[in-house]
Nanobody
Framework: DVQLQASGGGLVQAGGSLRLSCAAS????????IGWFRQAPGKEREGIAS????????YIDDSVKGRFRISGDNAKNTVYLQIDNLKPEDTAVYYC??????????????????????WGQGTLVTVSS
């Protein structure tokens, strides 16, 4: 039973940093891809970044490249999203998702509303100006 627990959100000032965590359990972590998504108030969910655990390949959306970094810790079955130089427009609920197909996870980052079956509950990031 795939379980994903996102955490690390909070209230930060613009220019600050956060590290979000996605703790995974119930599946073979090394055989999956993990993606991060966010949904701002009144907006559609958008893809941010993905990592294929077995080969450590990463994809970062152009809209956040340079400020967002994704990494994985196999020993902890956890994927991190490091966010630097936070901006008010980064305010959103951040979700992580898992899929056994790395290419599909990259596709889901690029193409909105691509179906994914395994989602965490979300963690709220609020950036004040």
């Amino acid at each position: 039973d795939v379980q994903l627990q996102a955490s690390g959100g909070g209230l930060v000032q613009a220019g600050g940093s956060l590290r979000l965590s996605c703790a995974a359990s119930g599946f073979s972590f090394a055989d999956y891809a993990i993606g991060w998504f966010r949904q701002a108030p009144g907006k559609e969910r958008e893809g941010i970044a993905s990592i294929c655990i077995r080969d450590d390949s990463k994809y970062i959306d152009d809209s956040v490249k340079g400020r967002f970094r994704i990494s994985g810790d196999n020993a902890k079955n956890t994927v991190y999203l490091q966010i630097d130089n936070l901006k008010p427009e980064d305010t959103a609920v951040y979700y992580c998702a898992a899929d056994s197909r790395c290419y599909h996870m990259v596709h889901s980052i690029i193409v909105p509303n691509t179906p994914l079956n395994n989602w965490g509950q979300g963690t709220l990031v609020t950036v004040s100006s």
